[in-house]
């Protein structure tokens, strides 16, 4: 399999609720248009382009306390459903 582009998301607790663009790239300034706090309710039911696409159905489980024990691969493209556990190295 080719991977042409890989990101981390690292889940993190906090009670801060401020975040902004000060420390992106500019490329990332240019295609991130907005930020905003979203309920999980109107992720699942948002038109909007969600990345990753399988973002609701992973943050479900960890929402109810249940994290995965193994790391997630979670694919970025148009399948929300491709995601494999592995193990951390």
Known sequence: MLTLHQEQFILARTRRQHFGSGNMTEEEKTVVKAFRWWPLSELKSS???IVPPSLVRHLEPVLANQIPSQIL???LG???DEAQAVTSA
């Open 47 to 49: 038109s909007e382009f």
């Open 73 to 75: 691969t979670i694919a």
């Open 78 to 80: 148009d399948n929300p």
